[in-house]
Antibody, heavy 125, light 106 residues
Framework: QVQLQESGPGLVKPSETLSLTCTIS????????WNWIRQPPGKGLQWIGY???????KYSPSLTNRVTISIETSKNQFSLNLTSVTAADAAVYYC???????????????????WGRGALVTVSS | DIQMTQSPSSLSASVGDRVTITCRAS??????LNWYQQKPGKAPKLLIF???NLRSGVPSRFSGSGSGTDFTLTISNLQPEDFATYYC????????FGQGTKLDIK
């Protein structure tokens, strides 16, 4: 079955760039939207952004000036870069696949069906 | 931005109880509303999509309703494994989550 795995440094210095990669196994990256979500310790979920397999992106308005999501279809991977990090960026970072399904109303709706286990990133000098 | 507000933020209940969690959107999102369950140290799991559609494999004691701006998640006959944190999510415009509702044992 399809699995997602986040990888990258667990410790980033303040003002530097946080970089994470999500590797998809057991399935193809094509045809889907791929999302990044984060969760600060003891807090709720925050959507960061998504990338379509074709490369189009959309980001959270609160992070758009610091975030870049990219994709490497040949490696079945997509990545997150977050610049100028501060302590507020410390969190568990999740990647997730988004799919479409037909609701009973007939509408085509989206949801996150598969998530990675999460990667804890600490921000400290 | 569409803001999602859940209530209550926390809730205590007993096994066998029926509980309801509410999610309100800052503008109409039709039925583009999903519910997730998260247990400590784990990734969230989808329960309900499109406001009222039960994901395959999810017990039928979970149900969702609502449209527009107001939505509810109802859990009937609470089981021990249901004590967790629940999040709503809108996918009408970009994506956003509610702040979560922690359900614990009374």
């Amino acid at each position: 079955q399809v699995q997602l795995q986040e990888s990258g440094p667990g410790l980033v210095k303040p003002s530097e760039t946080l970089s994470l990669t999500c590797t998809i196994s057991g399935g193809s990256i094509s045809g889907y939207y791929w999302n990044w979500i984060r969760q600060p310790p003891g807090k709720g979920l925050q959507w960061i952004g998504y990338i379509y397999y074709s490369g189009s992106t959309k980001y959270s308005p609160s992070l758009t000036n610091r975030v870049t999501i990219s994709i490497e279809t040949s490696k079945n991977q997509f990545s997150l870069n977050l610049t100028s990090v501060t302590a507020a960026d410390a969190a568990v970072y999740y990647c997730a696949r988004e799919v479409e399904a037909r609701a009973m109303t007939g509408d085509l709706v989206e949801y996150f069906d598969i998530w990675g286990r999460g990667a804890l990133v600490t921000v400290s000098s | 931005d569409i803001q999602m507000t859940q209530s209550p933020s926390s809730l205590s209940a007993s096994v066998g109880d029926r509980v309801t969690i509410t999610c309100r959107a800052s503008q109409s999102i039709s039925n583009y509303l999903n519910w997730y369950q998260q247990k400590p140290g784990k990734a969230p799991k989808l329960l309900i999509f499109g406001a009222s559609n039960l994901r395959s494999g999810v017990p039928s004691r979970f149900s969702g309703s609502g449209s527009g701006t107001d939505f509810t998640l109802t859990i009937s006959n609470l089981q021990p494994e249901d004590f967790a944190t629940y999040y709503c999510q809108q996918t009408y415009r970009t994506r956003a989550f509610g702040q979560g509702t922690k359900l614990d044992i009374k």
